[in-house]
């Protein structure tokens, strides 16, 4: 069985572990969100890369979900003494190795795609990590500041500095209309069997990658049915501050309203593209919003959503693929 | 007294120190060899600049003399995870974020003087360190390697990794022709009341900051004495390998020789430039060999010249400061 993941971070990347337990002999192909990629210190950091694939590989730092397990911070140390920041992101001295090796890599003149190959050889992660582009995609926010003037910054910026506490007035993937999907994201899209979308953020993780000409209407004309799990249980993210965003994109922060953000498949073209969902898995909490989505074209089912362990996780993972085999078209 | 210091790494470094010292009011200018910088993981690396800044910064490791105090490696050991090498290059992480720095600056636009100066900001190290030049000169060593072909490798792979075990059929600093001495190099030099060769390197650190068109001309043709500390003691170099690379030159690994390889400013001009010398210090141990240093017009004092402690190299520095005087021009 091919499974296509369209992948942010920390959802993403537990999700994806709870489908390698759930489906050990499937083939699965990774699209990676890039739009939060970020230079910092000269170097090129992949967060939603870097978190599947420590994730997968064993080297994630379990609590906070990103960064690299048993952490020691010299360099940023360093830079710190050397008056060069941002000391608001905290990258750790083995992940910095990471970001060297894929500067050097870049600057070698290889595309991303074949640096995320390479780091993988080392990681193992049990599936094809793809990022969703080779071209260099970022996702800005317009905020407020202090002034009351209206201003860009770079994603992780409003995200890690900020932590969302200001409206994001607009998310903005910059690039994404100039970029090309990667090697490989069209052909994994037409030749999956199935397409799911974890709980990652509808409108900074896989949003941005739906961003990226062609990605959308790969995933809508693909002949697999297109399974989506909420990252909204009980009206809130959770994860994370996915809630700041949507209202950027004037989305409520419910499951049934991420849901047909997306779009149903059945009632496709819909506003702002083609609807993309079969099917889209809700949290028993919000059992009373599956009719709501059914009615939006959207096969629904509330099922537990926690991914509190790998084998909750795991769970999930399986009834998402029961469901795609229910709505197969 | 402005006082400027043509210096390499570990010898130029220590005897720096001893400068400082002995004269604690005076203006100091270091004229720094890059002959020795490499890249590696796609980051500048500028092993003398670095040696001077943290010795005389205070953040030197003592007793290895170059690299920083109290170092760990992660990075490092991370790198190699990934494959990724030289492993033969010991950068710790400390040392890692002063590279991550210089590099993005590079980048940036900024020249390696200014990049320099910027690092300096921090360390405070008490002189003015300008670098030989903002252009790139890589000295390289033409070797046999097992088969008996001739090749060239960077002088770091000769120095570090093959430790000099091989003969040094030629050292070449490529990229010095073409190179223009850094901002402020040439105005030091005429405006210096005096200027001292430290006991470094002949060939890799001072003669490769001679080989920079203009440098070996405003030595030779300024109005300060130029006096300079013998590296070789007792037909031996003191530290480091100098015998091996003075082979390559032709020249005998004596305190004699390589006075008389810098040659004796009252003889200008000797074969292949200017003469430099009005002085030239030996340790005692090679009394015998001043008459013959005086005979190539050079005035030679024999003196204690173990760099064992500051205040043997600050006594070391009085006199070379006092042989100055004597043979002002």
Same mark, same amino acid.
């Given at each position: 069985?091919?499974?296509?993941?369209?992948?942010?971070?920390?959802?993403?990347?537990?999700?994806?572990?709870?489908?390698?337990?759930?489906?050990?002999?499937?083939?699965?192909?990774?699209?990676?969100?890039? *739009?939060?990629?970020?230079?910092?210190?000269?170097?090129?950091?992949?967060?939603?890369?870097?978190?599947?694939?420590?994730?997968?590989?064993?080297? !994630?730092?379990?609590?906070? +979900?990103? +960064?690299?397990? *048993?952490?020691?911070? $010299?360099? =940023?140390?360093?830079?710190?003494?050397?008056?060069?920041?941002? #000391?608001?992101?905290?990258?750790?001295? $083995?992940?910095?190795?990471?970001?060297?090796?894929?500067?050097?890599?870049?600057?070698?003149?290889?595309?991303? &795609?074949?640096?995320?190959?390479?780091?993988?050889?080392? /990681?193992?992660?049990?599936?094809?990590?793809?990022?969703?582009?080779?071209?260099?995609?970022?996702?800005?926010?317009?905020?407020?500041?202090?002034?009351?003037?209206?201003?860009?910054?770079?994603?992780?910026?409003? /995200?890690?500095?900020?932590?969302? &506490?200001?409206?994001?007035?607009?998310?903005?993937?910059?690039?994404?209309?100039?970029? =090309?999907?990667?090697?490989?994201?069209?052909? @994994?899209?037409?030749?999956?069997?199935? !397409?799911?979308?974890?709980?990652?953020?509808?409108?900074?993780? !896989? %949003?941005?990658?739906?961003?990226?000409?062609?990605?959308? #209407?790969?995933?809508?004309?693909?002949?697999?049915?297109?399974?989506?799990?909420?990252? !909204?249980?009980?009206?809130?993210?959770?994860?994370?501050?996915?809630? =700041?965003?949507?209202?950027?994109?004037?989305?409520?922060?419910?499951?049934?309203?991420?849901? =047909?953000?997306?779009?149903?498949?059945?009632?496709?073209?819909? #506003? +702002?593209?083609? %609807?993309?969902?079969?099917? /889209?898995?809700?949290?028993?909490?919000?059992?009373?919003?599956?009719?709501?989505? #059914?009615?939006?074209?959207?096969?629904?089912?509330?099922?537990?959503?926690?991914?509190?362990?790998?084998? @909750?996780? @795991?769970?999930?993972?399986?009834?998402?693929?029961?469901?795609? @085999?229910?709505?197969?078209?």
């Amino acid at each position: 069985m091919r499974i296509v993941v369209l992948a942010g971070g920390i959802g993403g990347a537990r999700f994806l572990r709870g489908l390698k337990a759930a489906a050990p002999d499937a083939d699965i192909t990774v699209i990676g969100n890039t *739009g939060d990629d970020i230079h910092l210190f000269g170097l090129k950091v992949c967060p939603d890369l870097d978190t599947v694939m420590y994730t997968l590989g064993g080297g !994630i730092n379990e609590d906070q +979900g990103w +960064g690299r397990t *048993g952490e020691t911070f $010299r360099v =940023k140390e360093e830079l710190a003494a050397y008056g060069v920041g941002p #000391e608001w992101f905290g990258l750790g001295d $083995r992940d910095f190795a990471t970001h060297i090796v894929r500067t050097q890599m870049l600057g070698a003149g290889y595309p991303l &795609s074949a640096v995320t190959e390479a780091l993988c050889d080392r /990681w193992q992660p049990g599936v094809r990590l793809l990022p969703m582009s080779d071209d260099r995609v970022e996702t800005h926010v317009a905020i407020e500041d202090e002034t009351g003037e209206r201003k860009a910054v770079h994603f992780q910026e409003y /995200w890690v500095r900020l932590r969302a &506490s200001v409206p994001a007035l607009a998310v903005v993937p910059v690039g994404a209309e100039q970029a =090309k999907p990667a090697p490989g994201v069209l052909e @994994a899209l037409a030749a999956a069997d199935v !397409i799911l979308f974890p709980p990652s953020n509808p409108v900074v993780s !896989i %949003g941005t990658i739906l961003a990226v000409p062609g990605i959308r #209407e790969a995933v809508a004309e693909a002949a697999a049915p297109v399974v989506g799990l909420s990252p !909204i249980v009980g009206n809130a993210p959770v994860r994370g501050m996915a809630d =700041k965003v949507l209202e950027a994109v004037g989305v409520e922060s419910t499951a049934a309203a991420v849901a =047909k953000y997306y779009g149903g498949a059945e009632r496709r073209p819909v #506003e +702002g593209g083609a %609807g993309l969902l079969d099917g /889209w898995l809700v949290d028993e909490v919000d059992a009373d919003t599956v009719a709501d989505v #059914e009615a939006a074209g959207i096969r629904c089912r509330a099922v537990p959503l926690m991914m509190t362990d790998v084998d @909750a996780t @795991a769970a999930m993972a399986r009834t998402a693929l029961a469901l795609a @085999a229910e709505v197969r078209k």
